[in-house]
Nanobody, 124 residues
């Protein structure tokens, strides 16, 4: 079973930047994604990337501010977050979709493997 480990979360002021990383335990051809869950809210899709990196997709709320990328030889996916807002505060989860290598899915149930989450807090 693939294991995912996130890192890079923390506390940042509004307007600042953070880069999240997610390393998988083994090499695979999975599409990857990031979801987040804020206190009292449902978990939501943030961004996704195909195995080749040729397809990416973003939630409207982060489009133009966040960038997802991957380095397959390093088994690592990144989420660069710029111009952070207080409403970006959430636990961010990395996940892997083993069935859609070159398609980016936005539904939670498409992602079989999940990391433990990393907290991102944006102060105003």
């Amino acid at each position: 079973q693939v294991q995912l480990v996130e890192s890079g979360g923390g506390l940042v002021q509004a307007g600042g930047s953070l880069r999240l990383s997610c390393t998988t335990s083994e090499r695979s051809n999975y599409a990857m994604g990031w979801f987040r869950q804020a206190p009292g809210k449902e978990r939501e899709f943030v961004a996704g990337i195909s195995w080749s990196g040729g397809s990416t997709y973003y939630a409207d709320s982060v489009k133009g501010r966040f960038t997802i990328s991957r380095d397959n030889p390093k088994n690592t996916v990144y989420l660069q977050m710029n111009s952070l807002k207080p409403e970006d505060t959430a636990v961010y989860y990395c996940n892997a979709d083993p069935r859609h290598s070159e398609y980016v899915m936005q539904r939670e149930y498409d992602y079989d493997y999940w990391g433990q989450g990393t907290q991102v807090t944006v102060s105003s």
